[in-house]
Nanobody, 125 residues
Framework: QVQLVESGGGSVQPGGSLTLSCAASGGSVTSYSMGWFREIPGKEREGIAAIARGGFSVLRDSVQGRFTVSKDKSQNTLTLQMTNLKPEDTAMYYC???????????????????WGQGTQVTVSS
């Protein structure tokens, strides 16, 4: 069973950048479809970026042009590069892994089997 640990969260001013990393152990990131989610207290967990096992990637409309998702095979990590951050990006960010190979529903929490513990991102002036 793969295990996931997120890092890279923190506090940043609007317009700033952060890069989140999700380190995988017990399995290769290339063997899983993987995604990034965020959650605000009182709201449903929201899928924002994902890469299917075959390489297909998708971003939620609200982060298109600002966020980039990628897998680093050498480091066995999933990375989320975030630029031009806005206060509404403030949330707990989670990475997740799925053994599914298709991309249907890849931004839905139910698609995933394994979750990390999360890392907090706060965007505020």
């Amino acid at each position: 069973q793969v295990q996931l640990v997120e890092s890279g969260g923190g506090s940043v001013q609007p317009g700033g950048s952060l890069t989140l990393s999700c380190a995988a152990s017990g399995g290769s990131v290339t063997s899983y479809s993987m995604g990034w989610f965020r959650e605000i207290p009182g709201k449903e967990r929201e899928g924002i970026a994902a890469i299917a096992r075959g390489g297909f990637s998708v971003l939620r409309d609200s982060v298109q042009g600002r966020f980039t998702v990628s897998k680093d095979k050498s480091q066995n990590t999933l990375t989320l590069q975030m630029t031009n951050l806005k206060p509404e990006d403030t949330a707990m960010y989670y990475c997740a892994a799925s053994s599914k190979g298709h991309s249907s529903g890849i931004l839905a929490p139910a698609y995933y089997d394994t979750w990390g513990q999360g890392t907090q991102v706060t965007v505020s002036s």
